[in-house]
């Protein structure tokens, strides 16, 4: 990973025992992951014929708790800098600025 957000399909139930948990979290999906998450692989059958897609989307309800959201804390200290400094309403000028400080720690 480069700092950005996966989305996980874990049918197994074993992937977090793969992460480096000083680094990220491993988190159940939200509403708004799993609305998400959807679209991406209902746009992945749409463009590949995918049957595991198919397969994926056909049972959605089951297959959605099978996925994991691994959030990079760094990341995660980011964007909370940033949705505080938006609603304190701040200019972008000063918002670059905590987003830069909370990126080096």
Known sequence: MSGGIAYVHDPSGTFTTLVNHEMVDVEPLTDD??????????????HTGSPVAAR???????????????????????LDVM???EAD?????????????????
């Open 56 to 78: 994926v989307l056909d049972d959605w309800i089951l297959e959605a708790a099978m996925f994991r959201k691994v959030m990079p804390r760094d990341y995660r200290r980011v």
């Open 33 to 46: 992951d799993r609305e998400f998450v959807y679209s991406v692989v209902a746009l992945h059958r749409e």
């Open 89 to 105: 309403g701040l200019p972008e000028e000063e918002t670059l600025g905590r987003v830069m400080a909370a990126a080096h720690g």
């Open 83 to 85: 949705t505080a400094a």
